[in-house]
């Protein structure tokens, strides 16, 4: 209890300091938040370099913007309120606004400025558009200029009102300003004299109210009251980044003693919201790549007929899509490597893609968000569904509740004793009935005629199902300027059943939530460029926390095994969960997550997770680039200590050599830490294009 109570006060004085961080920052000043980026946009800081602009960055005081002719960039003032900007095919500087410690001052020297501001951000915004000042004041508007001799600046109210002043050659200004109401547009000559307001003409608004959500017009007899109850989320479609071109990788493998030539190439094809990738992999010997039946993948490519033809139909699709995660329809089929359900509790970055592509899985992904709620769907392969699970949710209120989520997940896996059957393999034996690979000798394996191996090296005998059940909430709070946070809670449980002495039951155990409870609370969200998770789980009676991660299909059975044994126990523990990592686009990119638990228990290690992933991008370094995997599982700190690289680790390195414009030489190298500390090593040179 003494560690409990400790890793409890650790975590509440880390989430004191990065609230009292975010106030400080906050205090220096106003930021942007990248919501989307349509188009070609960049950003130039103190040091001089032109950087692209992807969705969630966030653009401080000091930078030069530009867009290029057509894009466009979603600027928020916060991550997920109503408040933001639309600036399109053009140059501005952002800089904080004299007076206010949050507020922004944007020069526009060309292009246009589309806003939507609500009260609360009313203050904390000021535009200058040549000879005009546009102060706000609650409103939705445009501004237009294009800098040079003799240009004017255009205004253009839509809803609400805002005060213009002319302005003269030296910034000093000229007059008195005005208000400019909603239908009216305003005019300032480059002497900074405001020409005579005149109405917003129809192609004024085809330029500008297409971008700002217009706020409608209240219907007869409507009350300001009743438009409070109406549901405000945004349920628009974010761009679409798949793209169309063409990939592949050219390469030898050695496969049963045997040098294969491989060739493959991975088309995509998108149109709006739909996309497509495809998988044609060729393993030949060499000088057979025109003999298709002497292909070592050949089964893959016989489509002969009933099951096989949908299976070999099926393998030709790394992905088919529409949408993507978070849009109000999200359909996805083929290989996916980032299940996540709800927090991510029961399930985080699960995929079917951990033997790729030796072994093939066909997954399917269904999200639909609604007005007032929605769901999520998966399944880890389509063709043997045996891993499957969804949430739902609900998103009822308002005003500052607008984003609140309240969810219930279930997850299940049917058969725990063995792997998936998986529908893709570089090959599949035939089988003649008679225990033989049609060659006369015994199948490898168990000797059950399928061509596969043992399912449980230890001889377990019967047959395992597991499954669980949470409920959780999610909150987004206010923007503290450099700091957006949500908080979140989960409860969850977890049950099996085991038939046959399944795991050394001695008895059939029945279907029940007899695997453990765990809870979890923490932070979530983005300070400075970082993204933070912060957490702090409580897991008793054998609870598994993130059962179905991206090692799942490694140590499955045994992961079930430890489950039901472990909930014979009473075991209670506590843990502290970090997560962090940047993207700086066209430079590199680093992730860091650990999982620390503590407690009486040996089992309490078992939990432990810790993970680091870095990348250099392509230009940095002149024809390199270059990716790093670490991660590992079920350890102490001792064994951190002793040894880095010690059992149940997986490293893997990739370097890549530019040897021609959209063509590579990639060299991989990986290495897998087995249970008894023993290691496998594989290596493997390819060539990779795309265009």
């Known amino acids: ?64 913007v530009r867009t290029s002719a057509g894009a466009s960039l979603d600027l928020g003032f916060d991550e997920r309120g109503k408040s933001h900007l639309i600036f399109t095919s053009g140059t501005m500087d952002i800089a904080p606004m004299e007076g206010s410690k949050t507020g922004l001052d944007i020069t526009l020297y060309t292009g246009r400025i589309a806003v939507s501001v ?16 546009v102060r706000v004041k609650g409103t939705e508007f445009g501004v237009e200029y294009n800098e040079g001799t003799g240009a004017e600046s255009g205004v253009y109210v839509f809803n609400g009102s805002v005060s213009v002043q002319g302005l003269d050659a030296s910034g000093k200004p000229v007059g008195e300003p005005v208000i400019v109401k909603a239908g009216e547009r305003a005019v300032v000559n480059p002497n900074g004299n405001l020409q005579p307001l005149v109405p917003v003409q129809s192609q004024d608004e085809d330029r500008f109210a297409l971008q700002v959500a217009k706020a409608p017009e209240p219907k007869p007899g409507s009350s300001p009251a009743s438009k409070t109850n109406e549901k405000k989320r945004s349920r628009e479609y974010a761009p679409m980044t798949i793209g169309s071109g063409m990939a592949g990788s050219a390469g030898s493998e050695i496969i049963d003693g045997t040098a294969y030539s491989v060739l493959i190439l991975s088309p995509r094809l998108q149109f709006g919201h739909f996309a497509l990738g495809l998988y044609l992999p060729v393993y030949t010997e060499p000088n057979e790549l025109l ?63 951990l033997e790729f592509p030796a072994n093939r899985r066909i997954g399917f992904q269904f999200d639909a968000r609604f007005t007032l709620g929605g769901f999520e769907l998966m399944m880890a392969d389509v063709y043997e569904a045996k891993i499957f699970g969804g949430r739902l949710y609900l998103s009822p209120f308002t005003g500052f509740f607008n984003d609140f989520e309240l969810g ?96 050394d039951t001695t008895n059939d155990v029945p279907l029940g939530l007899n695997g453990g409870r765990g809870f979890s609370a923490g932070l979530r969200g983005r300070i400075l460029f970082f993204d933070y998770v912060l957490a702090y789980r409580n897991l008793q009676g054998g609870f598994i926390a993130e059962y179905f991660d991206s090692f799942y299909f490694a140590d499955r059975n ?77 350890f102490t700190a001792r064994d951190l200590i002793d040894s880095v690289f010690g059992e149940r680790t997986v490293v893997t390195v990739k370097l890549y050599y530019e040897i021609s414009k959209g063509a590579d030489i990639v060299a991989t190298y990986r290495r897998f830490y087995a249970q008894d500390g023993k290691y496998e090593n594989s290596y493997s040179i390819d060539t990779q294009f795309g265009f």
């Open 558 to 634: 045994e992961r079930a095994k430890r489950l039901i044994k472990g909930s014979n126990n009473d075991d209670s523990y506590n843990g502290l969960v970090f997560r962090t990592g940047f993207d700086i686009k066209g430079v590199a990119y680093i992730n860091l997550n650990f999982d620390k638990y503590y407690g009486d228990s040996a089992t309490a290690d078992n939990d432990n997770k810790l993970g680091l992933y870095a990348g250099l991008e392509r230009g940095v370094i002149p024809k390199f680039h270059a990716a790093f995997m670490y991660e590992r599982f079920q």
């Open 118 to 133: 609500e009260a609360a951000h009313a203050r904390n915004l000021s535009i200058h558009a040549g000879s005009a000042q």
């Open 291 to 353: 003999k298709p039946k002497k292909w070592y993948n050949y089964d893959e490519w016989n489509f002969d007929g009933g099951s096989d033809f949908i299976r070999d139909f099926l393998l030709k699709f790394m992905f088919i899509q529409w949408g993507q995660k978070h849009d109000p329809l999200y359909i996805k089929l083929g290989s996916i490597d980032d299940f996540v359900i709800g927090n991510g509790f029961l399930m985080n970055n699960f995929n079917n893609t």
């Open 408 to 503: 219930v997940s279930f997850v299940t896996d049917l058969d725990t004793t063995k792997p998936l059957s998986p529908i893709g393999k570089t090959k599949k034996p035939r089988d003649d009935g008679d225990g033989t690979d049609g060659d006369g000798d015994p199948d490898p394996g168990d000797g059950d005629s399928s061509g596969g191996s043992d399912p449980d090296p230890a001889g377990d005998t019967g047959h395992g199902s597991v499954f669980a059940v949470g409920v959780d909430i999610v909150q987004p709070l206010p923007s503290l300027g450099l700091l957006t946070w949500s908080v979140f809670a989960d409860y969850a449980m977890q049950g099996y059943k085991a038939t046959g002495g399944y795991a």
């Open 1 to 64: 209890m003494a560690r409990g109570r400790r890793s409890l006060f650790v975590f509440s004085g880390i989430l004191f300091c990065i609230i009292f961080a975010g106030l400080l920052f906050a205090a220096e000043g106003g930021t942007l938040i990248v919501r989307s980026v349509i188009g070609s946009a960049q950003y130039r800081d103190g040091s001089g370099l032109w950087r692209d602009i992807s969705a969630g960055m966030i653009l401080s005081p000091g930078m030069r």
